[in-house]
């Protein structure tokens, strides 16, 4: 069974940083991406980033309101997908919940839609 625990949220100052862990079990090989999403009430879920497998590159993606701030990096040995949050702002308090899609495929998506797997969710607030 798939199981996916996200960590490191909490309270932020604008323009501090945090970093944000997925750990993964379950999965009986290292073919899988992870993406990162965030959620606020009243407002669409937003792909944050995402990284495909490292057995296919581990290529990344950011969405542009992130592109620049926030890094995403995996280690395999670990089962753990990191979000490194620079420059945080107001704008990214939200909900983030990581996800798990299995894909043989080298690239990876910022759309929820083809991920099978999610964790719960961790608060994260900027606010001075």
């Known amino acids: 069974q798939v199981q996916l625990v996200e960590s490191g949220g909490g309270l932020v100052q604008p323009g501090g940083s945090l970093r944000l862990s997925c750990t993964a079990s379950?999965?009986?090989?290292?073919?899988?991406?992870i993406g990162w999403f965030r959620q606020v009430p009243g407002k669409e879920r937003e792909g944050v980033s995402c990284?495909?497998?490292?057995?296919?590159?581990?290529?990344?993606y950011y969405a542009d309101s992130v592109k620049g701030r926030f890094t995403i990096s995996r280690d395999n040995a670990k089962k753990t997908v990191y979000l490194q949050m620079n420059s945080v702002m107001p704008g990214d308090t939200a909900v983030y919940h990581c996800?798990?899609?299995?894909?043989?495929?080298?690239?990876?998506?910022?759309?929820?839609?083809?991920?099978?797997?999610w964790g719960q969710g961790i608060q994260v607030t900027v606010s001075s």
């Open positions: 996800a798990a899609v299995r894909t043989f495929l080298t690239e990876c998506s910022l759309s929820a839609r083809p991920y099978d797997y």
């Open positions: 379950g999965f009986t090989r290292d073919y899988y991406a």
């Open positions: 990284i495909s497998s490292i057995q296919r590159g581990g290529s990344t």
